[in-house]
């Protein structure tokens, strides 16, 4: 492989900074260690692991980044896992607790036909007493009133519930929830997988374990589906590189994560309050490590809802690809305190990843192109995403 100068002075720049031997692994296109992964994340060179990340970037995706015109319903905040760090959850009865009928959510995606959405993001809290047929219910529902979206739904949390009430494997109510309109699933509810984080503040949720087992059953049904951390609370540098690691060897089974998102803790209105949280530094580090060590996963998310604007920008230049939608709704950042507006129209999110200085996609969930400022490189690009990892 011929080296770019651009390429030459970002190596020489990590020389000097003391990560040379991990900026040839990349230069070369190899693998990183665990040990790469905490030096990453310890070095005070953060600028170099930015630059490093941005290599992997635009060699995998050159100038584009994506977007999509999406729609989030969260159709429940009834939950019984009490996580340290969530917001969002409510008892029923509890002052702003809600579960949303089939029909109301029906009416929220009729509300939006005007709009071009061609995603559906529907998440929400676990509770038990909602009976299995609950959920092909509002699957049916937002088929019905706008068959030809997609809906990404159900993360792995939810899906060991609806297995539960459903009383069968979930390998055998997945095609059943396929049937009635779910289309691929979110990456929400990993947390941190280490058992020593999951005792500390979400003991009554899945283990991390059981995140990566059920999302093996997704993607053995078919399924894509995304993957996140939650970092910036309780958890180690060791124990971060471990998440990734875990991922990524799932991910050189089965091929079925399209995009990694880490999510950025936020500490209002939860039992976390206390912890400070990840400053944007700590921000774009944690997008370029998930980057630089995930290199099987095509996409890396930059979450603008939980970031700002300002801040999924930058990370357009440290490893990100992909700023998430439109969104129209959102709940569980803005309980725990996110600043950001609920929705920005499209042509708003087109223009800032313009003035990011990269070419907005328009993709559907699945990364197909829907529209591309270039046609030309969006056509290129979607063939090196869709090349990378084993059973892709
Ligand atoms: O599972 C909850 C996290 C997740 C807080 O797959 C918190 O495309 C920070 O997974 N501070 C839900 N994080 C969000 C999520 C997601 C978002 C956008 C796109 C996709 C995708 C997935 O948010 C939860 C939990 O891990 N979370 N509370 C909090 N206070």
Redesign the pocket.
Known sequence: MSIEPHEERVLARAMEAGLGEIAEKISAGERLSFEDGVELYRTPHIYVVGELANLMRERLHGDLAYFNVNQHINYTNYCNKF?D????DRLPGEEGAFLLTPQQIAQKITDHLSDPVTEV?M?AGVWPKIPYGYYLDILRAVKGARPEIHI?GF?M?ELHQIAKSAKRPLAEVLPELIEAGLGSC??????VFADRVHKEGYPLKISGQDWLDLARTVHEAGLRS?C?M?HGHIETVEERVDHLDRLRLLQDDTGGFQ?Y?P?????EN?EWSHLPGPTALDELREIAVGRLLLDNIPHI?A?W??LSIPIAQLALSWGADDV?GTVVEEH??HD?GAKTPQEVKRDELVQWIRDAGRIPVERDTLYNVVWSADEEQARVGQAAPIGIGAGS
């Open positions: 996580c760090f969530c917001s969002f993001h998440v990404k993360t949390v979110p990456g929400g509810g990993a947390e995304n996140t939650l995009t998102i999510l950025s803790f936020h500490p939860n998310k979450y809802i939980m998430d569980i950042y725990a």
